[in-house]
């Protein structure tokens, strides 16, 4: 497992955009972890949002923020960014990040992620 500590986030007007972070811990390297954001709305549960593979080639986006949303990752500074555009209220939820010991993941699932990030508040006023 690693520790992963995540920033950015807070409240923003419906349209705005976001640029959640998240990076290793020192003297832990991310570069052979498939990397992904949940989040988790009040009475929900916690939920996929993006994933993306070891080397950044493959990337996987739920439905609902296509086209909206994007994950990226530098190896280099141990860090996935989690680029959130025309946010809409729905879109209100803590956001974890999570690091996967599985270099390509198939389905996504939160049972292949074994670290958690702390989880970043995003709030979308409409």
């Known amino acids: 497992q690693v520790q992963l500590v995540a920033s950015g986030g807070g409240p923003v007007q419906a349209g705005g955009s976001f640029r959640p972070s998240c990076a290793a811990s020192?003297?832990?390297?991310?570069?052979?972890?498939?990397l992904g954001w949940f989040c988790q709305a009040p009475g929900k549960e916690r939920g996929f949002v993006v994933g993306?593979?070891?080397?950044?080639?493959?990337?996987h986006y739920a439905e609902s923020v296509k086209d909206r949303f994007t994950i990226s990752r530098d190896n280099a500074k141990n860090t996935v960014y989690l680029q959130m555009n025309s946010l809409k209220p729905e879109d209100t939820a803590v956001y974890y990040c999570a690091a996967s010991r599985y270099m390509d993941i198939a389905l996504w699932v939160r049972s292949d992620f074994g670290s958690w990030g702390q989880g970043t508040q995003v709030t979308v006023s409409s």
């Open positions: 993306i593979n070891w080397n950044g080639v493959s990337t």
């Open positions: 020192v003297r832990r390297t991310l570069t052979t972890y498939s």
